[in-house]
Nanobody, 118 residues
């Protein structure tokens, strides 16, 4: 069984930074991509960033957000700098990976709350 566990969320003031982590575990054979989505109160879930596991290609829709990965730890990070209140949301880790006896599928974590407020 595959699990994605996020950590690093919390309450920060505007202008501060935060780094989210997401560790994948279980009977994983290989990854294609890992990434982050978020859902703010009253809004639809939206894409934030993604990283290709083999080529280190990254995509981010937020200029102050940087995604990176640690292959050995099966972990993806989201560095968020100069946070603004509109970054307040639940951040979800995502992964497209292949597990034992399964083809490539999408997986989601439970989410971690990020609140930016003074």
């Amino acid at each position: 069984q595959v699990q994605l566990v996020e950590s690093g969320g919390g309450l920060v003031q505007p202008g501060e930074s935060l780094r989210l982590s997401c560790a994948a575990s279980g009977s994983i054979i290989s990854f294609r991509t890992m990434g982050w989505h978020r859902q703010a109160p009253g809004k639809e879930r939206e894409f934030v960033a993604a990283i290709n596991w083999s080529g280190a290609d990254t995509v981010s829709v937020k200029d102050r957000f940087t995604i990176s990965r640690d292959n050995a730890r099966k972990t993806v990070y989201l560095q968020m700098n100069s946070l603004k209140p509109d970054a307040t949301a639940v951040y979800y880790c995502t992964a497209n990976l292949r597990a034992v006896n399964l083809g490539y599928q999408d997986y989601w974590g439970q989410g971690t709350q990020v609140t930016v407020s003074s």
